[in-house]
């Protein structure tokens, strides 16, 4: 049923709570395009961003699992949430036993490194889910990288939903951007360089861009994660090896497959999906 599964080399695993990670999978095939890709969305128990720690990390593991068994032997936590509560447990905890030789990494790292070159009043902020925010993931991975820069984090609750009911680019959804904008701004006036943390959120940057002051750079996930994911292939050869070539993309949801092919062009645009529905727990 799944052409990647049972083969000494697989694609890259690619995971998101829904559609989201769908804009971090356009940058990999963008810049690898040589790679196979297997895209988890679990968008039967989106979103994530308000759930408990244990229950993200439970859900998170799941998926990896799902994907390993698939015969992924490198997975992309494409999602700031599970990144931020999931990801050390897993790489600390869980793989050593489950999957020594296989790896998993997140996007929360790849875009701290970004912004110590962006800032220059080191004063950064931090758009994302509560779970990202609440878990401290950034401003904790920004100090251990630039200890001098400080990190102001708001949370976006009703930005997921605009995203995901397709109402991203209606009038509604202005006061929605301008209302956390000027929570962030509110609470640091010396911001001058902002992260959006959410995998949905470069659908809304237009919004986003026209609501900033224009002297706020705006730091996207996309390429940097991208770019990194391309220099850890190659300072990792046994792991490249592992990852198969094909420049094909398969798409796995825990919803109808029909659902996830309405939704998924919103952030695909163009593309067909080969999508197959796929139960996880
Ligand atoms: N994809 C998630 C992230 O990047 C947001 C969606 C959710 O809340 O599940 O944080």
Redesign the pocket.
Known sequence: MYPFAFQKTGPIGVF???Y??LTILKKFRELLPQYDFLYLGDNAR?????RSFEIVYEFTLEAVKKLFELGCPLVILA????SAKALRSIQQHDLPHLAPDKRVLGVIRPTAECVGAVTRTRHVGLL??A??VNSQSYPLEIKKLFPDIEVTGVACPMW?PLVENNEYASEGADYFVRKYIGELLGKDPQTDTVIL????YPLLKEKIRRFMPPHIRLVEQGEPVAESLKDYLRRHPEMNARCSRGGGCEFLTTESAEKFRESASVFLHDTEVDVRSVVLG
């Open positions: 998101d709570s829904g989201g990670g989106t979103p994530y961003g308000t999602c700031n949430t599970a994302a889910t779970g990202t997921v943390g959410c995998t949905h």
